[in-house]
């Protein structure tokens, strides 16, 4: 019995999706945006029910399919939150321009409880499928708004690729479990840590599992669909697509390579290299082009996917003569969480003030912007707060976690590739410097003053406000992000491998 | 009192942010309510620096008004447990003036921008942001916060310009002030790339696991590494400084940026990267300071000598204070390069003469652009005849600007030139050419634009408002001060520079 209250959280979800689902078909049809409000206070139940009961929990359940651990609450607790504010975000969008309200939230929720369960998953498969409820559940999203031929194209591309990268994910793991004999990420570092060479089979199974992440979170060279989904979906959908999948994947990335790959990682951290060096200057330079202003948020959040990737290169330090430390590998992970925090905050920040300003979808050119200065000076401000600390700048949030990611990534020995990463940050400052003076130095082709929803104020102030206070005073997360940063760290493989190595 | 002492400096620095929030507050048309905060707020920092200026005590020297916070502990097997990063703020000898510096800009600058319509509430909370990003950087020990302030003081700048600057037309083409805006803000943040990537390089090589500099100091760092990367930070704060060649962004900047942004950012953030140089290149890594200050005194001496010459060739009244910051930037350089208590006391008394003294400048140049709006020197003649206040006070900061002894230029650069030929004779004379050659185009200008037959285009035109007479007197007084008794700074900023020197002797 004790094993399904720690799932309480994950059930609790579920009934939630299926209630806000039903509640479709029972609410009247100008009721229905009340739908959305339930999902947020069920969330919030939730968020309380989960602090409430996990707290300080340990445990491996069904074999250590499932693992209940700091590491796992923080991120949970971090994805029902984000569900609550994506939820809050759409309900102007969703009343305005998409029809079924009640499927909106309900599949929007069903992808939150997948979230939930890539967090905890500790072993190949569990992640897999939960990685493949969120990519469903996002698919459908995506190609939400069914009148909008963008919307739809968008959501094609999505599922086609979605799907090739599964299917690379999947070839991945099944040779790895073919070869290893199994998929727990403990046993995983135990038995790489017990080989000094790997075969080649493995590491083409590796290489699958890597590249078919790489998908998932967009890293260039497979970056490939981002932009058109993220054009092309709602506007909080893209939102949702920007923060939420991403730091799903990433919850799963760090796990699986701190506790199963960290033994190996000679063998795969200049992939990992190559990769964030990519994605950091290809998503920045190409982001400098960009006229719409979706598409620039997308690329720019490539090249944040890089700084990501930069920090998982840094789980370890790899010595000339190939000596393995892991002195600095919790400021890593701290570092990587952090700025996923930050990250999210920020990008939730900037699209929801795009959604707030353009009136109609499919036309979000960055000239659009020209005046908002004037039209609406909150809407403005918090956007150039999101662009400042998306740039890395103080005193927001960016500035904060950009700083310890790339002073912990050096601290490691990748100063060359924190020194890159510090220099396309300077890049992706040209460009939201570009936007900014749209927004306050050109005058508007429209000069009414805009209206906002009073929602939607009340949304962008709690998060510029979550912007600045990161940006000051990021202590009492810090602190949180280091206890949950100990479930995955200092258990498991990595202290045995630096005693094996003494 | 020692209790309330250490609590001045945080207080110095948080009082403008903690201005800006209060104007966020109130609502955008009440312009009054707003420009009175500004200037309440403004005031209240300015008291508090004399204070600071007059409560630090030269007889004891070394790190005064400090206070530690611990901000953000870092996890990691360090040598001296968890340090992380801490809120550590702490003046000594060559902070002290610059911190009364900023805070006399701050209080004039708020007076002089008194008469923007445009969006006021939005122009002050930038500008009371980048001020606090200035105090935080004049008085922060740890690198964490120091970058923190610096990126702070200089990302502002962008919209300052962008919003409330002018364009110049040249005829043949436009300087817009968007291309200002950008130039400078990309620029300054260029340089601000190579100190980032400095700092981590820093923290990953001392290995203490906190970016403070006292206990960094005691790191030891190689040689290799001293002489590898104190290029990055003499660069990256040099950028700010105007040290040529990467100075190309102050002129064009400056001549964009509405009249208050130009005095705090000619008279004060250039000094940043001056006081950069010194705070965390010289202190950090006294070796690399060693060996790279040789090609620093080069770089200096073109400053000078190119700031000057491009200052004699301009048209337009901003560009010639443009340029003649760069040339004086360069005497800074000069005397920090040299290395010796001379020189550098020197540069340390010409950042905070030349401050004043460009304030006065922009401002001046300002109330003429306000009432006239060109300044064209070929259009502008006889202004004196009309506006005598005002010409006044461009005479006194001329002559400063020369180098007329009883003026405050005069002390600082004679130290600087002092300092060069103890080291560097041949520099020290090229060195005094500049001089000469900005005497050359002061006296011009003044001549030209004052002086002479009144055109009679500008007959109508009105003299210096009380605002601007009382913020310009403020200035003056500065100069005069300086100038006639220079021995109380000089006392205070030769603790700080001895301290510094010291340790670069000892490496």
Redo the contacts between chains.
Sequence with gaps: MNNYVLLLPEFLVAGLAFLVLSGDLVVRQNRKYLLAYVAVAGLGIVLAVSLAYLWDDTEALYGGLFRIDGYSLFFKAFFLVLGGFVVLSSVDYVRRYLDHPGEYYGILLFTVLAMMLLASSGELLTAYISLELLSFGLYVLVAFDRYNPKSNEAGTKYILLGAFSSALLLYGISQVYGLMGTTRFDEMGRILAATPELSPGLIVGMVLLVAGLAFKVAAVPFHMWAPDAYEGAPTPITAYLAVGSKAAAFALILRLFSEALIPSVGDWQFILVILAALTMVIGNLVAIVQSNIKRLLAYSSIGHVGYLLLGVAALARVGEDGSVSL??S??VV?GVMLHIVAYSITNLAAFLAISVVYSAPGKEEVSGLAGL?RRS?VVAMVF?AAA?SLAG???FAG??SK??L??AA??Q?L?WL??LA??M??VS??YY?LV??QI??EPATDPTPLKVPRLATGVLLVLFAGMVFLGVY??PL?DAI?HASEAIVQSGSGLELVRSLD | MATVDSYILFIIMALPMAGAAVILLIP?RRVAAIRWTAAAVALAVMALTFYAFLAYDHDVGGFQFARTWT???????WPLGFRGIELSLAADGIAVPMVLLTGVVMFTGVLISWKIAD?PK?FFILYF?MLC?VFGVFVSLDL?FL???Y??AV?PM??LI??WGSSTDFKTFLRTK?YGA?KL??FL??G??LI??AL??V??EG?LGTFNLLALRDAEFSNTFQVVFFPFLIVGFGVLAGLWPFHTWSPDGHVAAPTAVSMVHAGVLMKLGAFGILRVAVFLLPEGADRWMPILIGLGTVNVLYGAFSALGQRDLKYVIGYSSVSHMGYVLMGIATLNPLGVSGAVLQMFSHGIMTALFFAVVGAIYDRTHTRDIMVLEGMAKRMGIVAALFVVAGLASLGLPGLSGFVAELLVFLGLFQTYPVLGILGIIGAAVTAVYILRLIAKVFFGPLDPRWKDQTDASPIERFSSGILVGFIVLVGLFPFPFIRVIDTGVTELLARVAGS
């Design positions: 002195a600095a919790r400021l701290n200065g000076p150039a400042f700048l103080p005193i500035f904060v700083f310890y790339f002073s050096a601290s020995g100063l924190s020194g510090i220099f940050s300077f400052l040209y410097l900014l003076r306050y130095i990021p202590g810090v280091r | 955008g901000w953000l502990e870092l996890p990691g097997p969006r939005d942001l990003g964490f970058f923190f302030f990126e702070l990302v962008y919209l962008g919003v968007e950008m803000t990309l943040v260029a601000s790339v980032w990537i981590i390089a923290f990953a290995g």
